[in-house]
């Protein structure tokens, strides 16, 4: 009887710190959610409103004042591949001119460098 209270107790505690970090976990991932909608298309627009054509930044715009991240999202996803395409030319290396991301498409928006 006397081995198994510390293995409980050593079980108890596991458990715990087990369940706190996959809180934690959960809480960084719904907040990376949330930066993933129409907040982070706000700042993407923002941060690169001199790279990227004043059309796509006041679609983005329209998109935004509505403020349904699921509309947000696709937008999101191609800021942040233009945003990349454009790091890697500033860095010299080889690009596609017209990346998949950036054709038009009935699911995602057109993007434009300018």
Do not use: H
């Not at 990227?52 to 591949?81: H, K, L, M, S």
């Amino acid at each position: 009887m006397n081995t198994k209270l510390p293995l409980l107790l050593a079980a108890s505690v596991l458990a715990s710190t087990v369940s706190t970090v996959a809180l934690a976990q959960t809480d960084a991932e719904t907040q990376d959610r949330a930066q993933a909608g129409c907040e982070a298309l706000e700042t993407l627009a923002r941060d690169n409103e001199e790279r990227f054509t004043a059309e796509w930044i006041d679609e983005a715009g329209e998109v935004i004042a509505r403020g349904n991240d699921r509309d947000c999202q696709p937008y999101v996803e191609q800021a942040r591949e233009a945003a990349d395409q454009l790091e890697r030319q500033a860095r010299g290396e080889q690009v596609d001119d017209e990346p998949s991301a950036f054709r038009p498409s009935s699911r995602r928006p057109a993007a434009r460098l300018s």
